[in-house]
């Protein structure tokens, strides 16, 4: 195919993006206190790597790679900690080996042999995880592999008239557009991870997408699933909808590969909307701003998009910087113009004291004609979103602090949340930190019951002790959510990181069946030992 | 509260509302062929039912009662082959007690009486299961104690601003919805069964609802559970949306009775519509029909109401008489007006050849005025609906066969599932029966990947042979219901009756789950034993 880029073994995304040590500087400078210059990459011919613990057998070693910039590559997922240990060479976690099958059978023969050999097994997407989903040292196994499944990045069927797509587990999400986009379709499924994170992923961890209400998770786009498992296959029906028994697929959503390895999945997709329509909205005050929001989530008019920015947010985004709230609003359709949705949020906006900008009366008519927005601050905001990752790397090469978490809760304690976030995570920076830092929210996801506040953190870093650092402010974050009895995670899954959160929240009842059904789906116990469930004692 | 009316204990909803002799004649008649007198309805006060085999302990015994008429009420469900067998007095399976807890303390207590004493706990809501789903002989227990939620019966906080209240599971419909209606808000989940099931037992189906698209099952409006099963009490987080780890309360949803008794539930309430529109359009053929209906099915207008019938519906119901497929469409809004959504459901229907029906141009204005529907279709078609269980059990008292079941399927496979449903299953009533019978269709909730069909059969029962002639006719459509890969069941859960079904479509590896989870929660193997999985064998 030619002109390949290479992704960055250390870091977000494309080798070629990522900052250079002159914008590491000066992207470095906007922040007193940081170190004097970014640590240097490590050079991946150069890495040393313990030899490995385990080697596959012969039918199997095809598949298999025990090179170090692979093994590098797959040590971590993309966490703050996890590029700040990559930058700083700690690698002693690498997988022995990186398993890189070619189809299901391939899939099937890694599990036999893990589950007889007694080896880890660490199911790996784009390796995009922020919640240490992809990271096993090994103890207790005779071994690790990494099992990549980005060579299953096929869409291997379109059904137009059920308007769904059987896709391969381990596509990325710009492949599985590609393949979608000549026949006129898209899942539509945007994480910010999009470029850099696969369907099967996206499954595994019950990931949070496109649209701001109502189908959030791409969960709801499941039509049916088929999982590998130690076991055997799990393939659910094609069903529009069932009501016999629980749901076996909303087993697998969210089992971060603990439970199976997910092949392939028929998903509902959607034709590509034909009208669109966005605007922005600026509130003085945070209460009527979210009087507004919560008005929109329970109007039934569920808005593609709906995401409310704090003042500090909006400021770091370019789309505000003058203290106000800043709510973005998009209406989209495949099948009829949306302006009478755009207009009755627009006038709950108003209602509730909402200032909507950059909105021309024309803006509003009937008229189609360029069914792009128009409007700036939702483009910037669009464009902050995806440059933010790199950006945060090139902090991280400074020693900055750059991380983000995310929750959900009702309406009735988001206000307080959001001050106990704010304020206590301030004094919990400057305690660690010693210096002043930052906390930003914005929310991403709205339900008729709730909102799904993101937080992005920044503070300054001591070079040698910064994830040490991100891991004590983190874990009082983590205290707040569990005060306020809100989820440890929205849709960044639970990982090994999540654990102590994910405990407390979890029922214990739910707690019992779900180590009841790993224990018969995986009972040597060797598939991602230690995200959701404790890592067995052996 | 005086007034109090009696439920049947034998068939379906109150005893004075059921068809007297004279009306089981006069209705008999329409259909040639049927038993020239109606089965007497035995005496309650006499009816010979066996000792009961256990005895609760002291402290239990102000909950239990082994009355005939309680102990008979309890012993089966409302399926057409339930009504047959108690109006032949064939009451075998009576539970031996009837256990009314008044709180959830209560509920543990018999839970951990049953557990050490080996007694069957099968957990009982309205009793409107269609499936057996409350029938449990005792074969290899001490015996069986029907647990009946019906005294937690009441909504125990409102929550406005999160739009949710605390329910209880044993409360009805009505109950719930008088409950709700003074402070504006409504549940609106209308299952056929609405004024005879409890939340509890459509939480324990997944029992299908109100709207015909996007939140067709309770599952929907499910924000937290409370479950108490043998090894503990679970309860769920009240949260908006999570992501943190497979969800809890989806395992719980459709685990009828096998995992534990559900006591309360945080349910996402609505306010009640203001604004609401309905219209019905008429098709010649059904390809056309099922075209504009996927059309809607896949437009994200998401009407409340799409329910198309077949001709012979159509005619049932006295919608239309005149061999067209009547579609009945309908939208509605608490927030704003809904003419726009009503005129675009309009176009897609007549642009498939859609004759709109009693639709005056000034029924599609912007006049909210009469937020009541017009159309006298969809009146008719909601009034046959109610009563249709009591006619069901007018013609069981004549030896007609009168039942239903339900699946769903793809857009690509409906017709044809249609043909062969239709087709086949006339032959066997007529192979059966030796006379033809009748087998109407309706699509009670779409989706965008496929219809969910609602089959009603009529046939000419012989009698004493009623039940098992059934059975050979039942059968044969679930044949054919596995042969298309439908579903086993959309909204009528499986029970016992829907087990070979069942166990055909579930995959092997989620069974194991299933039972690995059964075994956690319920170790002795108690909780309504032979729904979703074999009864242990003891």
Known sequence: ???????????????????????????????????????????????????????????????????????????????????????????????????????????????????????????FGGGSSVVGGVEFSGEGYAGVVSLDLSRLDRVLEIDPVNRAARIQAGAFGPALEDQLRPDGYTLRHYPQSFEFSTLGGWLATRSGGHYATLHTHIDDFVESMRVVTPVGISESWRLPGSGAGPSPDRLFLGSEGALGVITEAWMRIQQRPQFRRSVSAVFA???????????????????????????????????SGDGQWVLVLGVESAHHPVDDALNLLVEIARAHGGTVATLAPSAVSASEAKPETRDQAAANWRSAFLRMPYARDGLARMSGIVETFETATTWDRIEALYDDVTTEMGEVIAKVTGAPGRVNCRLTHVYPDGPAPYFSVMATGRRGSEAAMWDDIKAAAMDILTRHRATVTHHHAVGRDHRPGYDRQRPDVFAAALTASKAALDPAGILNPGVLLPAPKR
């Open 285 to 319: 005050e945070a209460t009527r701003a979210l009087a507004a929001v919560r008005e929109i989530a329970q109007s039934g008019l569920n808005p593609a998009n709906c995401r409310l920015l704090d003042p500090g947010e909006a400021a770091m985004s370019g789309t």
């Open 1 to 123: 195919m030619g002109n390949q880029r290479t992704r960055s073994w250390w870091g977000w995304g494309w080798e070629d993006a990522a900052f250079s040590d002159e914008e590491c500087l000066a992207y470095g400078a906007r922040m007193p206190g940081l170190a004097s210059a970014p640590y240097p990459v490590p050079d991946a011919r150069a890495l040393d790597l313990a030899a490995p613990r385990t080697k596959a057998p012969q039918s199997l070693q095809p598949l298999m790679s025990d090179a170090p910039l692979d093994r590098a590559s797959h040590t971590y997922g993309k966490a703050y900690r996890d590029v700040i240990r990559a930058l700083r060479g700690q690698l002693d976690a690498a997988p022995d080996l990186v398993a890189y099958p070619s189809d299901e059978a391939d899939v099937v023969n890694v599990l036999d042999w893990a589950t007889t050999a007694e080896v880890a097994v660490v199911p």
